[in-house]
């Protein structure tokens, strides 16, 4: 019987197996990190494709039939363990690079995992992944998004190249999922800023983008008052009047550098 605590929505539609194999553009050798192999029904489709596949599974009734179903193939690695709970680095090695992850993640974990994945995303050629269609949305917005766009839009700008690959209707899960899924594919690149300032620009951004609807110089008054006193007019004529949710990616960043100049600030 399917868990709810550990999000088991299991795919039953071959068609949909197979599209996340070709998002992830699976070829012989490749070293694939698989996240929640359920009954393996994603496993096997990435195991015909000749790659290595190092899964990680939470539940130990899963873990029974797994080893099981897959007891012949050499290129089957099972780890049984809660993902959540291995540090990023630990994660980022467990396989060596070039490597690929393909999951069809549980909805609870998938926004915290990709956070967890951010700062050593470098490990991963690509990673493939199907989502809650809502969060997927949230993920690729832009400011002509509308509501869609906010803090977590900001991390897929910073550290992927991304794309809804295709929306997923819940007749492909069994159980049925209340709600639509995406298969989405990151492919992680450069941000320009060191680790510890992507980390202080999530912070900072997250904080900035709590009143969506007020002007920028309200949040910064707020949350950075020594930033504000020492704003420049040149930064208040650019971006005072604006609102949060209508700045795109540059400006953002383009506002950190100006507040990193401001070294005598800190994250509230
Ligand atoms: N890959 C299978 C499929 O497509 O049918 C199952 C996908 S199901 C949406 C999510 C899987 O992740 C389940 O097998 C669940 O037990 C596992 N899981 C949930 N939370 C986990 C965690 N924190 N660490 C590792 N696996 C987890």
């Keep these: 019987m399917a868990k709810k605590k550990w999000g088991q929505n299991f795919l039953i539609s071959q068609k949909v197996v197979e599209s996340i194999v070709q998002a992830a553009d699976v070829?012989?050798?490749?070293?694939?990190?698989?996240?929640?192999?359920?009954?393996?029904?994603?496993?096997?489709?990435?195991l015909d494709r000749n790659s290595q596949v190092t899964a990680i599974e939470i539940d130990p009734e899963l873990c029974v039939k797994l080893r099981k179903r897959f007891s012949k193939e050499e290129r089957f690695t099972l780890l049984?363990?809660?993902?959540?709970?291995?540090?990023?680095?630990?994660?980022?090695?467990?396989?060596?690079?070039?490597?690929?992850?393909v999951a069809n993640l549980p909805y609870n974990i998938a926004t915290p995992l990709i956070l967890r994945m951010l700062p050593v995303?470098?490990?991963?050629?690509?990673?493939?992944?199907?989502?809650?269609?809502?969060?997927?949305?949230?993920?690729?917005?832009?400011?002509?998004?509308?509501?869609?766009?906010?803090?977590?839009?900001?991390?897929?700008e910073l550290g992927f190249e991304k794309k809804i690959i295709k929306k997923i209707h819940p007749e492909s899960f069994k159980p049925v999922p209340k709600v639509d899924s995406a298969v989405i594919r990151l492919l992680p690149r450069e941000s320009g800023l060191p680790p510890?300032?992507?980390?202080?620009?999530?912070?900072?951004?997250?904080?900035?983008?709590?009143?969506?609807?007020?002007?920028?110089?309200?949040?910064?008054?707020?949350?950075?008052?020594?930033?504000?006193?020492?704003?420049?007019?040149s930064l208040r004529d650019e971006f005072g009047l604006r609102r949060p949710e209508t700045l795109d990616f540059t400006e953002w960043m383009t506002l950190f550098s100006d507040y990193l100049q401001n070294e005598q600030n800190e994250i509230c």
Excluded at 39 to 44: A, Q, V
Aim: glycine share 8%; net charge neutral; aromatic share 8%.
């Design 27 to 46: 070829k012989n050798g490749d070293s694939i990190l698989e996240i929640g192999p359920g009954l393996g029904i994603l496993t096997r489709a990435l």
């Design 196 to 233: 510890e300032d992507e980390k202080r620009f999530l912070k900072w951004s997250h904080l900035l983008f709590q009143q969506r609807r007020k002007t920028l110089m309200n949040g910064i008054r707020q949350h950075f008052p020594e930033w504000y006193q020492n704003c420049g007019d």
């Design 121 to 156: 995303r470098k490990a991963w050629q690509s990673l493939t992944l199907m989502i809650q269609y809502e969060v997927a949305e949230r993920i690729c917005a832009t400011p002509e998004s509308g509501k869609a766009y906010g803090p977590l839009s900001l991390v897929g």
């Design 80 to 101: 049984e363990k809660d993902v959540m709970e291995l540090a990023p680095e630990d994660l980022a090695n467990l396989i060596p690079a070039p490597a690929k992850v």
